[in-house]
């Protein structure tokens, strides 16, 4: 039966090391990117955006940003979905 079973989305949140931040601009306003929402395709590979929020202060709008070509991200990235899969491959089912 779990063969059967379609997952739709598989997706986890990463905070961005404090050293790895960066900031990136759109629309005009800066923003500060602190977060990575990092989803695992259907082929097996990632995909990541960043998000943050503005520099000048606020909640700013939800706004995704591309993740630089940084080998230091890549690795965060691939080291977070390595934990997480093994965080899910733990589970202890629903509580």
């Known amino acids: 039966m779990s063969s059967d079973l379609e997952v739709s989305a598989l997706a986890i949140n990463v905070t961005i ?5 960066w900031t ?14 990092v989803r695992l395709l259907p ?10 929020r503005p520099v000048s202060g606020g909640r ?3 706004v995704s940003f591309p993740v630089p070509d940084n080998p ?3 690795s965060l990235i691939a080291d977070a979905a390595s934990r997480a899969g093994r965080l899910w491959a733990a589970h202890r089912g629903l509580s």
């Not at 082929?43 to 943050?52: C, I, P, V």
């Open 17 to 21: 090391p404090q050293a790895l931040r």
């Open 24 to 37: 990136d601009t759109r629309r005009g306003e800066a923003f500060t990117l602190t977060t990575l929402n």
């Open 43 to 52: 082929d097996g590979s990632l995909a990541a955006k960043a998000y943050g």
């Open 60 to 62: 700013g709008a939800y």
């Open 72 to 74: 230091e991200l890549a």
